[in-house]
């Protein structure tokens, strides 16, 4: 997660220090961003989210939240039944729509937007050992990425942690592989932050180009790959969205023709 989106613990010596509020955590203006973050808005928002995907999401703005909520608490700075006045007064909300085969899930707080993700339109109960034998592989996930209108994207630290957990669930390895497409994707994502010029940063393309060659090994795309995938993304972005046809919605949409295609 980046520096702008971990919640902020207090140090010793701080105890009266303000509370954790929205506008520390995420990208929102206007009332929302000077409201504390409260243990019953996280409740909701966990709610919500187990309402509509049927489990919290790793990362996600449920997760984020419980995590300011509980610091808040702990330092005595809002109480355990405590809400927000735009919580209260205008709600939580978590909507579903449709992107090709991609389910796109909004999470808002009143009328500003939280985050927003892709999410694989997989059973949350079918077992990876179900795909088939032909399915789309993670390599041949982040090689279709290269195809996107993504493709041209600098890589940045959200790509990196995307693509690092990519591998990671490729080889099943948790480690960065020395001179492997985690690493590489690192170092594209460090050196383009110091560098002025969009022409000259490291794309995603250059990147992810025989992506599926670079892996040390590989393995089909499942719901579970894709939701790790996701969460890496997201928790490495300030506004907590998913990029559009980047690394996290291509794993999705793998696992979605993946699990399309056994069932058929």
Not at 88 to 113: A, F, H, M, P
Not at 128 to 148: F, N, W
Not at 256 to 264: A, D, G, Y
Request: contains cysteine; charged residues 25%.
């Amino acid at each position: 997660m980046s520096q702008q989106q971990t919640p902020r613990r207090p140090q010793e010596g701080q105890e009266h220090k303000d509370p954790i509020k929205y506008g520390d955590i995420f990208n929102v203006s206007e009332d929302l961003a000077s409201e504390p973050i409260m243990p019953q808005d996280a409740a909701l928002m966990q709610a919500t989210e187990n309402q509509a995907l049927g489990q919290t999401q790793k990362g996600g703005p449920a997760s984020v939240m419980q995590s300011a909520a509980a610091t808040n608490v702990s330092a005595g700075l809002v109480g355990r039944g405590d809400i927000s006045s735009v919580a209260k007064d205008q709600g939580i909300c978590v909507l579903e729509s449709k992107t090709g085969v991609n389910r796109v899930i909004t999470e808002s707080v009143g009328k500003q937007v939280v985050g927003q993700f892709v999410e694989p339109d997989v059973p949350m109960k079918t077992p990876g050992s179900a795909l088939d034998r032909d399915a789309i592989t993670i390599g041949e996930a982040l090689e279709a990425t290269t195809l996107a209108p993504a493709s041209d994207k600098p890589v940045d630290q959200s790509d990196a942690a995307a693509i690092q957990a990519a591998e990671m669930r490729a080889t099943g390895k948790n480690e960065i592989q020395s001179g492997g497409l985690a690493a590489a994707a690192q170092s594209a994502a460090t050196k383009n932050s110091r560098t002025m010029g969009d022409f000259q940063k490291t794309t995603l393309s250059d990147v992810l180009t025989d992506a599926k060659e670079k892996l040390p090994s590989d393995k089909a795309v499942t719901r579970e790959d894709a939701e790790g995938v996701i969460g890496a993304e997201i928790r490495n972005k300030a506004d907590m969205k998913t990029t559009p046809g980047g690394v996290a919605a291509s794993l999705a949409a793998a696992a979605t023709l993946n699990q399309n295609k056994s069932s058929s």
